[in-house]
């Protein structure tokens, strides 16, 4: 069975930096792209950063462009979601998740992914 496991969340004062990393277990084989959304109180999930093939191509959200930087580890299985000059409007949850449709992948479309970890909350206070 597929799980993924977040962590890296935390409470944060706006301009700060926070590491994310999603661990997975279970695979069989890489999944064509492992994606990083959120979700505020309210809304509905949204994308904010996908990685493609291990790095072949990475696509983000234009409202965190230039401030986050999604990288994959192969060795140890993980995905990680640096985020930088942390605006209070990131506050969220997070979670990653895994899709093998490109179209998806590229539109950082949630409904196109799978196996959702429990999310990791990130709080920004301004």
């Known amino acids: 069975q597929v799980q993924w496991v977040e962590s890296g969340g935390g409470s944060v004062q706006a301009g700060g930096s926070l590491r994310l990393s999603c661990a997975a277990s279970g695979y069989r084989y890489m999944r064509s792209c492992i994606g990083w959304f959120r979700q505020k109180p309210g809304k509905e999930r949204e994308g904010a950063a996908v990685?493609?093939?291990?790095?072949?191509?990475?696509w983000y959200a234009e409202s965190v462009k230039g401030r986050f930087t999604i990288s994959q580890d192969n060795a140890k299985n993980t995905v990680n979601l640096q985020m930088d000059s942390l605006k209070p409007e990131d506050t969220a949850m997070y979670y990653c998740?895994?899709?093998?449709?490109?179209?998806?992948?590229?539109?950082?479309?949630?409904?196109?992914?799978?196996?959702w970890g429990q999310g990791t909350q990130v709080n920004v206070s301004s």
């Open positions: 990685i493609y093939r291990g790095g072949v191509s990475k």
């Open positions: 998740a895994a899709s093998d449709y490109d179209s998806y992948c590229r539109s950082l479309g949630a409904a196109g992914f799978d196996d």
